[in-house]
């Protein structure tokens, strides 16, 4: 049987309430099963929670369905890859130690079939946008993850959540594509592909399934959001594709 390659982004689990999100935790885990006989790796790339804080002794309520799923298809044998987005930057080794998924905390560049992508979830990637590049810095220094930490559990994911209740996902904006030139990931694509060649760049974070053409050889993909598209992508060998899940009722 054919094994292909999927990833997923922006899953936004806890927004914008718990039972819609819910719902959503259904849909993924019902697209998790269904990949599940064809998939040898998946990429989680990012913002699969909409808030996420590792505190020593406490485990954040809820997604445990999702967690469940995830640890068995590690079990199988199913390599998997955690990004850290800007909604969940605060994983540590949890996830590791619990189900077996190897956390990464920037860009990855890996190979796979002769085909050579580059990954990352998106955030305080090129041009502009310098308030959030400023938090992100703040967001991870250890000294403030130290500080947030040693506030009780119940003050901390308080701030948490009403600092969630006005993301991006909780006010579902509606995204529209700028143009080719005006899409910053692609454009930052663009600047990585002037030193070094890559068949795919593979982001999240738009919130908008794009596939742009960079060139002959190099393509830039997002795969979107599961608040609205249900999208991902899927390598087979040879080319990736978005794909969109609709599962049956």
């Not at 999927?6 to 819910?22: K, M, Q, T, V």
């Not at 992508?117 to 502009?128: A, K, S």
């Not at 080319?239 to 899940?245: D, S």
Request: hydrophobic fraction near 40%; glycine fraction near 8%.
């Amino acid at each position: 049987m054919t094994k292909n390659i999927y990833f997923a982004s922006d899953f936004h689990l806890g927004s914008p309430n718990y039972e819609e999100s819910r719902l959503r935790e259904d849909r993924i885990v019902k697209w998790l099963d269904w990949i599940t006989p064809t998939c040898s790796e998946l990429f989680l790339m990012g913002d699969v929670f909409d808030f996420w804080f590792e505190y020593k002794y406490v485990v954040p309520k809820g997604f445990v369905r999702l967690q469940g799923k995830l640890a068995k298809m590690a079990d199988s044998g199913i390599k998997i890859y955690f990004f850290k987005g800007n909604h969940d930057m605060w994983v540590k080794d949890y996830f590791t130690k619990e189900i077996g998924m190897q956390i990464v905390n920037d860009e990855l560049v890996i190979e796979r079939n002769g085909k050579k992508f580059y990954l990352h979830h998106g955030d305080g990637l090129g041009p502009g946008d310098k308030k959030y590049k400023f938090l992100r810095k703040v967001f991870r220094n250890p000294v403030c993850q130290w500080l947030f930490g040693i506030l009780p559990a119940s003050i901390g994911m308080g701030i948490a959540n009403g600092w969630s209740a006005h993301s991006r996902a909780a006010s579902k904006t509606e995204e529209v594509f700028l143009g080719e030139e005006k899409e910053w990931l692609a454009v930052y694509a663009k600047e990585q592909l002037e030193k070094q060649h890559f068949d795919y760049f593979v982001f999240g974070h738009r919130h908008l399934p794009l596939e742009i053409k960079l060139s002959d050889r190099s393509t830039y993909v997002n795969i979107g959001e599961w608040l609205n598209y249900q999208s991902y992508g899927l390598f087979d060998g040879e080319q990736l594709r978005l794909e969109y899940f609709t599962p049956n009722p």
